[in-house]
């Protein structure tokens, strides 16, 4: 984050009431510091700063300093100690340590890898006690406590155990040397002594010390003639064998060839289900950095995924099914969680995407790739009117409620699943072949308690029989009816309840000069500013969008004059939205006989 110089905006100095915030604020998230340690870092008569500074990666962040020295940094509406606060409690934060030639690679950007951790456990699941991932620690250098670097654990502490101490272990948000360090009094870090944790190895030796010195004396002329043995050997004496070296370099390349399968072998047996949350990860953070912009704000979450996610998946496909979300829109709530974006259901099952965080610190890694990069610069404005659309499909389901829940959950359906009508005729049977309901006849069902409790209208109390297909009409009309919208391969976007038709309307503006309505085009997944466009070039007319009057409504598109025909022309067409999704359509002008 300060790797690059900043830029200084504004510097004030705090007042009173704002140092004694500042206190509060440092007690509850570091309650390792007490009331005295807090005092002297935030003092009531020294002289106090607040910097206010644009980093290179376009953050703003307030640093707090003390006689110009930075002690704390205020950012994502959190508290970061600087290294100068660190020197001075050593403790405040848990504890990385590294080798020297490691803390080299971190200055020059690089995050912290866990191959290059000193543990001070042994490996366990709690060698690195109850560390959760996202807790700030600081990394300090082998033999001195003092630390010199500021991280965000990337891993939980028992997740670092089970990687086999491999890979991305703490991102560095501030080191010494870095621009923030500069913008102090520069100066070095103290020497705090500090005893290196022994191996096994390193105690078995202290523990047979004395019991091996007289078997190493009494061994040493022995070595020192096998030395002096080996020192007397001539190179030629090596390579009088050159069968043998054949035979070892013929081995050495079989190994070699073992180590390559056992590496591809364990490529293959990657996880699937990890593999597709990756590629969905790495398409969601190039779409938020490079080519989702503010003007696109507020966008629809399925627009979101097919027009913005998916050009970064370079050809594979983005399968959720295959995902450990299952759902877009849980995928979509775990960026949420996260900090990356924010989602509001603009309507009931139409979910947008209100702000961006493109400082994000999950961003500063991303690499968007080349042919994506292109595709999103100054092409990017006129894509919407090249691509070929993908026509929606419209299918009647029909989802699980809390009435039929009881039922469907021993066939392994949960509440909320969408089935089609032929899958709940499947289910039906299902259900009452496996638990013997079909009586002799072999046209009626004899009701069991969860069916009777279902079915069953409070006048038929007593029935105890009913015939096969009102069975099946009667679990249907049970169940919430709901349309499933599909684009091309992509899973269906399950709408509950009654699906909103297209509504198009004309009203009269100022002037006596009348205008067309389209509302409702968002529930049926169409970009209303590329239907905007559309109309705009087609029939040479202006069109806005603009949000609905209607509450909860979305956004509408307005078209200078009576444009009912041409709009309905190319809903019905062109989008292939069935006819009874479109009113308003008998209002259209009549052709005038000629």
């Not at 009531?44 to 020295?69: A, L, R």
């Not at 290059?116 to 250098?141: A, C, E, H, R, Y």
């Not at 654990?153 to 272990?169: C, F, H, I, V």
């Not at 080519?291 to 627009?303: A, E, F, I, N, Y």
């Amino acid at each position: 984050m300060f790797l690059k110089p900043f830029r200084v905006k504004t510097q004030t100095s705090i007042k009173a009431s704002d140092r004694k915030k500042l206190r509060s604020d440092i007690q509850c998230q570091f309650p390792s510091l007490s009331d005295e340690d807090v005092a002297k870092l935030i003092p009531t008569k020294e002289e106090m700063m607040s910097v206010k500074i644009n980093t290179h990666g376009d953050d703003n962040v307030i640093v707090y300093s003390v006689g110009k020295v930075p002690v704390f940094y205020h950012i994502f509406k959190s508290l970061f100690p600087t290294v100068y606060t660190m020197w001075q409690h050593p403790d405040i934060l848990p504890s990385f340590r590294t080798w020297p030639p490691v803390f080299e690679k971190l200055q020059k950007g690089a995050d912290l890898m866990l191959p290059g951790v000193i543990p001070d456990n042994q490996p366990s699941p709690k060698m690195f006690g109850t560390l959760k991932k996202g807790d700030l620690v600081s990394v300090k250098i082998a033999g001195n406590k003092a630390p010199v670097a500021l991280g965000k654990a990337l891993l939980s502490g028992e997740d670092m155990y089970m990687s086999g101490l491999r890979g991305k272990g703490v991102q560095v948000l501030h080191i010494l040397g870095d621009s923030l360090w500069e913008h102090g009094d520069r100066s070095t870090p103290p020497h705090i002594p500090e005893a290196m944790p022994q191996t096994n190895e390193e105690d078995d030796a202290e523990e047979n010390a004395d019991s091996s010195a007289g078997a190493v004396g009494n061994e040493a002329t022995d070595s020192e003639g096998h030395l002096q043995q080996l020192e007397s050997l001539n190179i030629s004496e090596q390579t009088d064998c050159p069968g043998e070296a054949a035979a070892a370099a013929d081995s050495t390349s079989e190994c070699a060839k073992d180590e390559d399968d056992e590496e591809e072998e364990e490529e293959d047996e990657k996880d699937p289900v990890a593999e597709m949350d990756e590629l969905f990860n790495f398409c969601f953070a190039c779409a938020v950095k490079s080519r989702v912009k503010k003007g696109d704000l507020p966008l629809l979450t399925s627009h979101f995924f097919r027009n913005y996610m998916q050009p970064f998946s370079c050809g594979k496909q983005m399968d959720l099914k295959k995902s450990s979300f299952k759902k877009l829109s849980k995928f979509l709530q775990t960026k949420v969680s996260e900090g990356y974006i924010k989602v509001k259901e603009q309507s009931k099952g139409v979910d947008v995407i209100t702000e961006i965080d493109k400082s994000h610190l999950g961003l500063r890694d991303i690499q968007v790739p080349e042919i994506a990069e292109e595709s999103s610069g100054a092409d990017a404005a006129t894509a919407g009117d090249t691509e070929t659309f993908v026509p929606l499909t419209f299918t009647d389901v029909y989802c699980v409620n809390g009435a039929t829940q009881d039922f469907f959950r021993e066939l392994g359906y949960p509440k909320g699943e969408a089935l089609l009508i032929s899958e709940v005729r499947e289910c039906v049977t299902e259900y009452i072949k496996r638990n013997s309901l079909q009586r002799e006849d072999k046209k009626t069902v004899t009701l069991d308690p969860i069916l009777a409790h279902i079915i069953l209208k409070p006048a038929e109390g007593d029935l105890d029989r009913m015939a096969w297909e009102q069975v099946i009409n009667r679990m249907v009309g049970k169940m919430q009816a709901s349309v499933a919208i599909s684009v091309g391969n992509e899973p269906p976007t399950v709408k509950k309840g009654k699906l909103d038709p297209i509504k198009i309307t004309t009203a009269t503006r100022a002037s006596n000069k009348k205008v067309t309505l389209v509302e409702n085009l968002e529930d049926f997944g169409i970009d209303v500013r590329v239907f905007a466009r559309l109309v705009q070039k087609a029939v040479a007319c202006s069109c806005s969008v603009a949000q609905s009057e209607q509450k909860g409504k979305g956004q509408s598109v307005t078209i200078q004059g009576n444009q009912i025909t041409f709009v309905g022309k190319v809903l019905l067409e062109k989008y292939k939205i069935p006819k009874r999704y479109v009113t308003g359509l008998e209002n259209a002008p009549k052709q005038k006989k000629r």
